[in-house]
């Protein structure tokens, strides 16, 4: 299957609204898609990479200028008459570049800059009328890398929030010189790093090494570069000099990697809490064993497996938009509370040492009892999704919300029977505990709605049911009210129950997901289910 096939069969087709937004996100770090070659696969990757750049801390929006200031001064110099710790306070809440200006004032600003806490964002080191970031390597960026270079050479630092995601780096000088900002940062105590090479990632330009002397590190985000070999990057064998022992937050999007770099990774960082991975373009497994894991995500990437071995403490595991026959074991985590987008019918799903399958039988050991948020994406219209859907439900006897994403079915379908939910049996979950239940992206079949019946007729504490209907399926408001008439009339198991009806705001093929709700750990929705 080529590239272009994959991409549109493989990930959501994008509304033309998200799409300008990705590249503006884009133009804003640097890519300009007119400016590069890149398949439809990457052109989507890599928009989801820098649409998921955290923002920082200060903004460039505002310029440092005293034309821009009303009133009447009188001429007179009264900031320089505050308190040094007030002046610092205003110094670090400007970009770089505004700030550096500050040190040409006095000696005293100058020292108070040298002493303030600093923010290096490489995008506002950009000509603010420059047209736009440089679509290739060139003066343009040449003068941001060599800016960087003199910000991180004279500022003694610390540097809080460090963003560099405007260099190309191809050679091994460049590869020197982002080496050397490592090196500068790793004694100038960085906490927050943003390191995305441009545009995507280069056979054989590895990540330097110099990054794993960054032991102040608490969030990291590194993209478009191979990872080093691992394998041969000693690792100290007590967790307190561990390479990472302050990192709480690791993503890692369109990079090169191999099975052995995850485990060196999750090893290095004995305090990190959350984890994501997506756009890896290489078949990966990933085996999950940290004891201070909460969240991981893999998204976008050609998954063979995801496995957790032993991740104790481990409350939500989520899976988007992966390589379609992804094996998903879930070994000890016992505090995992939220977990989707599962896929019956393409993932293998694994639980202790048992395959799940159509018809298995339950006992303890092919159960997860903690899971109380539960995200499943389906084809309706493929029999044997449909008919792995009550085993996998029942593999999770404590759901209490469930969002289940609907999709057409690619080429023709194949009809369930129409007895098959009749003839499932019971379900634990949705008997005793299903409390919310949301069908996105509703297609009108007839599968659909057999399964929608089944649960207002069997969830006995159901408080709520969501059908969320496709954009642009219906033409008329009675198209749909046939469709929904059975069910509103069927003999729901608790009387009193909300069936609400809305609009889909996603183009065909759309999803609900975020990169940066999902790795929010205050955020208890990250499948916008309420």
């Excluded at 694994?350 to 799940?356: A, C, K, L, P």
Aim: hydrophobic letters at 45%; charged letters at 20%; aromatic letters at 6%.
């Amino acid at each position: 299957m080529s590239l272009a096939r994959l991409a549109a069969f493989y990930w959501p087709r994008l509304r033309a609204a998200d799409r300008d937004d990705v590249r503006a996100a884009g133009m804003g770090h640097g890519l300009d898609p007119e400016g590069i070659t890149i398949t439809p696969l990457m052109d989507m990757v890599l928009g989801f990479l820098y649409q998921s750049i955290p923002r920082p801390p200060v903004s460039a929006s505002a310029s440092l200028s005293a034309a821009a200031a009303t009133g009447d001064g009188g001429g007179d110099d009264r900031i320089s008459l505050l308190p040094d710790d007030i002046l610092r306070a205003v110094v670090s809440r400007l970009p770089a570049k505004d700030g550096a200006r500050t040190a040409v004032l006095s000696s005293r600003w100058r020292r108070l800059w040298r002493s303030t806490p600093l923010v290096l964002v490489d995008t506002h080191l950009l000509p603010r009328r420059g047209g736009g970031r440089p679509a290739r390597a060139g003066a343009a960026s040449r003068a941001v890398a060599d800016a960087v270079s003199r910000v991180l050479e004279a500022h003694p630092g610390p540097f809080p929030f460090v963003s560099l995601s405007c260099s190309f780096i191809g050679d091994d000088a460049q590869r020197g010189v982002a080496a050397r900002w490592l090196d500068l940062l790793a004694a100038k105590g960085v906490e927050h790093l943003v390191f995305v090479n441009r545009p995507c990632p280069l056979p054989g330009v590895t990540l330097p090494a110099a990054l794993f002397n960054c032991s102040s590190l608490r969030r990291l985000y590194i993209g478009s570069w191979e990872l080093p070999d691992t394998a041969s990057i000693p690792l100290p064998r007590a967790a307190a000099a561990a390479a990472f022992p302050n990192l709480r937050e690791l993503v890692l999007g369109c990079v090169v990697m191999v099975d052995g770099d995850l485990p060196f990774l999750l090893a290095a960082s004995p305090a990190l809490e959350t984890l994501a991975v997506f756009g890896i373009l290489n078949t990966l497994r990933a085996r999950l064993s940290s004891g201070s894991l909460r969240c991981a995500q893999f998204c976008l990437s050609f998954m063979e497996e995801v496995a957790v071995l032993d991740a104790p403490h481990l409350e939500r595991l989520f899976l988007w938009r992966n390589i379609k026959n992804t094996r998903v074991k879930i070994g000890h985590a016992p505090q995992l509370r939220m977990l989707g987008y599962l896929q019956p019918g393409v993932h293998q799903l694994e639980i202790g040492n048992t395959i799940i399958k159509a018809r298995t039988i339950v006992r303890p050991g092919t159960t997860v009892p903690s899971v109380n948020m539960l995200a499943l994406h389906l084809h309706f219209g493929v029999r044997n999704e449909v008919k792995m859907l009550p085993s996998f439900l029942r593999c999770f006897p404590n759901v209490e919300t469930l969002c289940v994403e609907s999709e057409e079915a690619p080429g023709r379908t194949s009809n369930i029977d129409v007895n098959f939910w009749q003839e499932a049996g019971p379900i634990e979950c949705v008997q005793s505990h299903l409390k919310m239940m949301i069908l996105r992206e509703f297609q009108g079949e007839e599968s659909e709605l057999s399964f929608l019946k089944f649960v207002g007729e069997n969830a006995r504490v159901l408080e709520k049911m969501v059908i969320v209907m496709k954009l642009g399926r219906y033409s008329a408001p009675e198209e749909v009210a046939a469709k929904v008439m059975d069910l509103q009339s069927a003999k729901w198991a608790r009387e009193g129950n909300k069936l609400g009806f809305l609009i889909s705001r996603l183009r065909a093929g759309g999803s609900a997901w975020s990169l940066r709700d999902g790795t929010d750990l205050s955020c208890d929705d990250p499948f916008m289910c309420l």
